[in-house]
């Protein structure tokens, strides 16, 4: 009756554990966002917009401003997340990009942080920053950016 | 590079292993995937350093003595900086240092510097313009030729790429003027390069003339143009190459040839097919290759060759990426198998065509080192570099065999 029990609790933890994860994923799904200085004009962007972006073959705001592009390393999770649910690309593809313009002189890579903390950071003192964080890292330095 | 053959090889092995010191412990200091960063980051600094091991059979010598021993004379050293000078100028410039096989001593040179301007940029258009020394923008690869981690193996195929006549496919001095076009998730990419190419490497003006030549070809002119449509993902691209070369030859000291010009035409299509976690590419060039005015001891000749593959790649995991290709290149369309070649000239009938069926793995030790093995079943010598093969006295044979090792890396 016991190990009976015993094993009913087991389940039900395990149950839970399955869905935390599978609420954790849906979250995760959301959880990261485009972000600009707070300061930065209001500007709706499309997802093909936000790629052509990132991938570097854009370097210039609306008005004509340089842009300047941050990211996280390959490996950070919130940047495989941001490819996968945001550009819909994978990470490698990026670095594909980035590494034909760097290495034949027809464009830079962007600029890459060690941390969201220093994604903020950037973020607030570089001009025409654009990067992605998670959500629940935004604050007053920075703006989300909603893809229309 | 070109007078490092056959005269002093002490001075550009000593700057080989300087060069190839350097650049490992400038890699292994900078760490990681990241580049250096100046001036709030307006400057970037990036590079590479790759070493390839090179084992082949039967007499048959690719990128050095590779069928009598173990060929280290692979070794790709690079540096380049990109400076942002305003919204709308940048400037670019590359040093590599190459090593391969009996051509390429490991000399420093400048690979590519240009002055890009850019004249519009918006979410549905690019315009702009690149002068000084640019990549010729050709197929998939060619821009980037020279970085293994931009490259489906440890060398790119060599129908379509081949290393003996890389140089007139390698730089150019000139402009080079480029566009985008978007429209939903389709992009159209233009990019062209006129100018003088360079042209004075050993190994093409040996393909061209043969072994023995005391000249050297000098870079007249090359137009390039390349028209590429893909898929904003990645998911495929399409791609179609035209380029016309053309190159003086400059006599040597009581040479038997006169001054002449050689030629080279190449129309090549390119497809690419990316389906997590396949992907397919291929490529076909129809080319022509020729020579005029050299005189009696070289008379006026021109092949239509035609080069073509097919690769297969699966990415087993984040780390992993297993491929398979089939390369095939006829340096005489008309004569693919080689019978007239075998009866007009000394040169025996698998000198006419090359067929390499390749396996192939990459791992990724780091985001910013990685690992390559390769086995190449090949038939055919139509590719085999000359100046390598040139001294060993015993012929190349028709089946071979090679196996390569290649690390990297970048920063």
């Known amino acids: ?148 | 590079m070109s007078g490092y053959v056959g005269s002093n090889f002490a001075e550009p092995r000593r700057m080989r292993r300087l060069c190839a010191r350097i650049g490992w412990a400038f890699c292994l200091a900078a760490g990681p995937a990241q580049a250096l960063e100046f001036f709030d980051g307006d400057v970037q600094l990036h590079g590479f350093a790759s070493q390839a091991a090179i084992r082949s059979n039967h007499n048959n010598n690719f990128l050095g003595p590779s069928s009598r021993e173990t060929s280290l004379r692979f070794t790709e050293l690079g540096l380049n900086v990109a400076a942002r000078l305003g919204p709308r100028l940048n400037l670019a410039a590359q040093v590599v240092s190459r090593s391969a096989g009996a051509d390429a001593h490991g000399a420093l040179r400048v690979d590519f510097a240009l002055a890009d301007l850019n004249l519009q940029d918006t979410e549905t258009s690019r315009l702009g313009l690149r002068a000084g020394r640019v990549k010729i923008p050709y197929g998939f690869y060619n821009s980037t030729r020279d970085i293994a981690f931009t490259r489906p193996g440890v060398v790119l195929p060599q129908s379509i790429y081949p290393e003996r006549v890389r140089a007139f496919s390698d730089t150019l001095d000139g402009l080079a003027p480029y566009a985008r076009l978007s429209a939903g998730e389709a992009e159209l990419l233009f990019e062209a390069a006129l100018g003088k190419p360079r042209l004075d490497d050993r190994e093409t003006t040996v393909t061209f003339i043969g072994n023995g030549v005391r000249g050297r070809f000098e870079g007249d002119t090359a137009a390039i143009g390349r028209v590429m449509l893909q898929e904003q993902r990645g998911t495929w691209r399409l791609a179609y190459s035209q380029a016309q070369l053309r190159g003086d030859y400059r006599q040597g000291e009581r040479d038997p040839l006169l001054k002449g010009r050689v030629k080279l035409h190449l129309s090549l299509l390119s497809a690419e097919l990316n389906l997590e976690p396949w992907s397919f590419t291929a490529e076909h060039v129809f080319g022509y290759a020729g020579n005029t005015g050299l005189g009696i001891f070289r008379p006026d000749d021109g092949l239509p060759f035609e080069g073509a593959y097919l690769q297969g790649a699966w990415r087993a995991g984040p780390r992993w990426q297993w491929f398979l290709r089939y390369d095939s290149y006829y340096q005489d369309r008309n004569d693919r198998d080689g019978t007239w070649l075998a009866s007009h000239t000394p040169l025996p009938s698998h000198a006419a065509y090359a067929r390499d069926r390749t396996l192939g793995v990459r791992f990724d030790v780091s985001p910013s080192f990685m690992l390559r093995a390769e086995y190449h079943r090949v038939n055919g010598t139509a590719w085999l570099p000359v100046l390598d093969n040139a001294d060993s006295g015993r012929p190349p044979q028709r089946d071979w065999d090679m196996f390569m090792l290649l690390g990297s890396l970048r920063f």
């Open chain 1, 1 to 148: 009756m016991r190990a009976h029990k015993l094993h009913d609790w087991h389940l039900g933890h395990c149950l839970a554990a399955l869905l935390c994860a599978m609420l954790s994923f849906v979250a995760c799904a959301q959880e990261v966002i485009t972000i600009v200085a707070a300061d930065a004009p209001q500007l709706a962007l499309s997802r093909n917009a936000l790629r052509t972006m990132f991938s570097m073959r854009l370097n210039k705001w609306p008005d004509g401003s340089n842009m300047t592009v941050y990211v996280l390393p390959d490996n950070d999770p919130t940047h495989v997340m941001f490819c996968k649910e945001v550009l819909d690309v994978f990470p490698h593809q990026l670095r594909q990009v980035w590494d034909r313009l760097v290495f034949s002189g027809t464009g830079q890579a962007p600029r890459e942080v060690a941390s969201e903390e220093e994604m903020l950071a950037r973020m607030a003192t570089t001009p025409g920053a654009i990067g992605y964080i998670r959500r629940k890292k935004l604050d007053e330095r920075v703006r989300g950016l909603e893809l229309r």
